[in-house]
């Protein structure tokens, strides 16, 4: 039952990176980004990783896109 879990989750988290590559809108590419980074924690937290799925929870769902999406504010601002 593991396995097939583990399996589903890694075709998942495939997918998701091709997803995250493929969008050319910065704000979708971004969200996108966010899911894959859950998707990420939820592979690991899989693996018996706890401390890993914190990690992945707080820096690549949370922080990473934060900080992307701010970025893209302020580069949108200046072109305006």
């Not at 924690?41 to 922080?63: C, I, M, N, R």
Request: glycine share 4%; aromatic share 4%; hydrophobic share 65%.
């Amino acid at each position: 039952m593991m396995e097939a879990l583990q399996i589903t989750l890694l075709v998942l988290v495939a997918a998701g990176a091709t997803a995250v590559v493929l969008i050319r809108a910065g704000i979708r590419q971004v969200l996108m980004l966010s899911i894959y980074g859950v998707l990420l924690a939820v592979l690991f937290l899989a693996f018996q990783a706890p401390d890993v799925t914190l990690s992945e929870l707080v820096v690549g769902a949370v922080a990473l896109p934060i900080i992307l999406l701010l970025t893209l504010a302020k580069v949108r601002k200046r072109e305006q």
